[in-house]
């Protein structure tokens, strides 16, 4: 009766995909009057909207009501966070305000949240798996070994919450009273999700996922990194975990109460043949293909595989033997969820979102067609207001940057993402996520994106591949201590080939690590190579490899000073003086590009 009432659900999510899809125009109208019939007494829009005779008409708003940013919308959140009311910019109670990752910009955003968000949220997450079950059936026979992680919340002066938008989520009754559901039966306990403390997070949910790795039919994480941190966690710590499970009790190392309760339920008895099991695999020399030879019934890998957490791609390959399919199921950020992923099984590089026109008011700012430059606005610059296309208007193939209004008191922000359209699902576009705007590493006139970086990188990690080598991580710094100035990059290098007698493995040399800072400048645009080639204003770029667990411990860096091990990215360009003082403290060797690049030629004709 339950399973046919869920399925039953799963059915009616896709009818309003079809639904919400099939009106998409009629529904982002509908949504915006909605928004401005209910805040329109507020103090933002009547700023730019008073004495006008219809504050609902849309037209008016777009007339009237400018783009914005962060830096200009932060005066209104910070006094509402010093106490001030909510009717400052929206007419509902704002109950907490969600932080970025604080490693995007920078600095973490708070951005205002109202109750009907948890509603909006939910109703993205409530169609994963409806969506996923047309492609993998029978998930509800097993379990999903997911890791989610909360971060300590803060408060504002007034006392609002500050928290990120995954503990957010974890912590509201949303999630915590949720009702049992075959589809979505997590190894971990909520208690375990639930500890501030990462590390004994970490700790119980591998424990858990371990006890039932017989049971578990897909793995993942909200980020690609996050899973990847977890097999490194494992890689040092498995034989306490065999140790917990072998003697029936739990490590002394978890301290928190409710974990250590919840926990003793899964260890109420030795089970050393268990243990046993995972010591035999994980003492391997190679971890390649671990997650299947210890997870065996897993289906596929669920975590955020787009943008810059494509370089991940190749690692989670190693470690399922390219077994696993890696699904990316949706495009959500702090200010706004966007859409969901039509087509889980596809490859991550043409990973595709269709947007739903009932999550906010969206327009976009184009930016790219067809390789030409169409417009191209720094945060602090004004873009006039009839610039920005609305959603059902976007054009196959150009690039925009997303604009969101939604019921929380946000007038068409500027989000700061780069999009693509490559599709259409019925009247709703589809996009592919590109990169953010405001990640750029530069040392004279050029300016380079996390694109065009995210593509040199791709192509000089392959030149590593015949040496059985991966690229763990990296993270790039402009360095100006010397004139002229260049790029350095950090490298994890993860050397995955056994050597034996009969199979030698060729080992990494100079030759190979200058060969890849060659190919990394080779992908940069026209500009980068004229500073390097003509104007000698940029300098050869430099490949700095560092030590094994490197990128953890900045990542333990950034979680000290307030960063969500949840949402946690790694920057790929380093401002952080204690962040670049633990990198240079772990380099063991440099390479650098020719001074004369070979490519310098091709610089005559352009």
Known sequence: ??????????????????????????????????????????????????????????????????????????????????????????????TEMLCSSGTSSGEPKMMPSIAEDLERRTFVYNLITPIINQYVPDLDEGKAMYLYFVKAEMCTPCG?????????????????????????????????????????????????????????????????????????FLERNWRHLCEDICSGQLSSFITDPSCRSRMSTFLSSPNPRLADEITRICSQKSWKGILCQLWPK???????????????????????????????????????????NLKPLCDPSDVAFTLLPNMGY???????????????????????????????????????????????????YRVGDVLQVVGFYNNAPQVRFICRR?????????KTNEEDLHRGVTMAKKLLEPYDSLLVEYTSYPDTSSVPGHYVLYWEILHCGIKTESSPQLQLDANVLEECCIAVEEQLDYVYRRCRSYDKSVGPLEIRVVEPGTFDALMDL?????????????????????????????????????????????????
């Not at 190894?187 to 403390?197: A, K, V």
């Not at 030409?372 to 193939?397: A, I, R, S, Y």
């Not at 969500?564 to 390479?591: D, E, G, H």
């Open 298 to 340: 897993a289906k596929f890998i669920e975590a955020v595989v787009t943008g810059s957490m494509a370089q991940y791609v190749p690692a989670l390959k190693h470690y399922s033997e390219g077994k696993l399919p890696l699904v990316c199921t949706m495009y959500a950020s702090s200010e706004c969820y966007f859409g969901v």
């Open 1 to 94: 009766m339950d399973g046919k009432k869920l399925e039953y659900k799963g059915e009616e999510a896709l009818k309003e995909i079809e639904r919400l899809t099939m009106k998409a125009a009629e529904v982002q109208e509908g949504l915006l009057k909605q928004i401005l019939t209910q805040n329109r007494e507020t103090e933002y829009l009547n700023k730019y909207m008073r004495g006008e005779k219809n504050t609902t008409d849309i037209a008016e708003f777009k007339r009237c009501v400018p783009v914005t940013t962060y830096e200009r919308i932060f005066p209104y959140i910070q006094r509402i966070a010093n106490g001030e009311d909510s009717s400052l910019i929206t007419s509902h109670p704002i």
């Open 362 to 412: 969206f327009e976009f700012l184009p930016l790219r067609h067809n390789g030409t430059l169409l417009m191209d606005f720094d945060e602090g610059e004004q873009v006039p207001n009839d610039k920005l296309v609305d959603l059902v208007h976007v054009k196959l193939g150009c690039f925009y940057e997303p604009v969101v209004t939604t019921f929380a008191g946000l007038y068409r």
């Open 438 to 446: 405001n990640v750029v590493i530069s040392v004279d006139t050029e």
């Open 558 to 606: 950034f979680i000290c000073q307030g960063a969500s091990i949840n949402q946690y990215k790694t920057p790929r360009c380093i401002k952080s003086k204690k962040a670049l003082k633990l990198l240079k403290s772990k380099v063991t060797a440099s390479f650098f590009s020719p001074r004369d690049p070979k490519w310098a030629p091709k610089m005559c004709s352009s």
């Open 160 to 232: 609002l919450p500050a928290r990120t938008v995954l503990t957010s989520y974890y912590k509201s009754k949303h999630f915590k009273c949720r009702t049992h559901d075959p589809w979505n039966d997590y190894t971990s306990p909520d208690q375990s999700i639930l500890c501030n403390d990462s590390n004994q997070s970490m700790h119980c949910q591998l424990l858990a996922g371990l006890v039932h790795r017989r049971h578990v039919l897909r793995l993942g994480a909200v980020f690609a990194s996050a899973l990847l941190r977890a097999i490194s």
